[in-house]
T-cell receptor
Framework: GAVVSQHPSRVICKSGTSVKIECRSL??????MFWYRQFPKQSLMLMAT?????????EQGVEKDKFLINHASLTLSTLTVTSAHPEDSSFYIC???????????FGPGTRLLVL | GENVEQHPSTLSVQEGDSAVIKCTYS??????FPWYKQELGKRPQLIID?????GEKKDQRIAVTLNKTAKHFSLHITETQPEDSAVYFC??????????FGTGTSLTVIP
């Protein structure tokens, strides 16, 4: 299957700083990338959907100014958590899908801890 | 929009027994239904999927059935093994651009 990488896998930062998470599709062109947040023992919560070259579509309740998403190429999307606070600590997972209707392939996730 | 419900939320079975997880969806336009397995701290992995033009699909010990009329689909795992223990998510999609996930089922296979 398709491979999606995510970097970093873990990050610890101080409150008030910004953190950037990268999501890359390694062997296919990802026309659409998704960003999820997952709390322990809970389902995936979709934060936003981004199409290459377009502005991301955010889900209701997700602050677009706080969670900046950029999808500048067909293989890279970034999520920047701005002015992070302890409540932003979570597991962030990206996924990507190609041009045809196909499944999403997930990255390994980034565990963010804000102190 | 689409609403996907998944049951049960937790499931324990004895090794060797079968496990069944059920999902329902609300939008008749949904036509693609993947199932993901997520082990603790790891990414969800696609284990099987089915499209709306098919009623059943099987891959070794895993099978998925789809009832379009009733808008439900199920995951069946036979001859369960301890390594099948994980959280399983169903999903529904109509365009490939939006996936709606179920709330997950935590499966425990007891040796």
């Amino acid at each position: 299957g398709a491979v999606v990488s995510q970097h970093p896998s873990r990050v610890i930062c101080k409150s008030g700083t910004s953190v950037k998470i990268e999501c890359r599709s390694l062997d296919f062109q990802a026309t659409t990338m998704f960003w999820y947040r997952q709390f322990p023992k809970q389902s995936l919560m979709l934060m936003a959907t981004s199409n290459e070259g377009s502005k991301a579509t955010y889900e209701q309740g997700v602050e677009k100014d706080k969670f900046l998403i950029n999808h500048a190429s067909l293989t890279l999307s970034t999520l920047t958590v701005t002015s992070a606070h302890p409540e932003d600590s979570s597991f962030y997972i990206c996924s990507a899908s190609g041009q045809l209707q196909e499944t999403q392939y997930f990255g390994p996730g980034t565990r963010l801890l804000v102190l | 929009g689409e609403n996907v419900e998944q049951h049960p939320s937790t499931l324990s079975v004895q090794e060797g027994d079968s496990a069944v997880i059920k999902c329902t969806y609300s939008d008749s336009a949904s036509n693609y239904f993947p199932w993901y397995k997520q082990e603790l701290g790891k990414r969800p992995q696609l284990i099987i999927d089915i499209r709306s033009n098919v009623g059943e699909k099987k891959d070794q010990r895993i099978a998925v059935t789809l009832n379009k009329t009733a808008k439900h689909f199920s995951l069946h795992i036979t001859e369960t093994q301890p390594e099948d223990s994980a959280v399983y998510f169903c999903a529904a999609s109509d365009t490939g651009n939006q996936f709606y996930f179920g709330t997950g089922t935590s499966l425990t296979v007891i040796p």
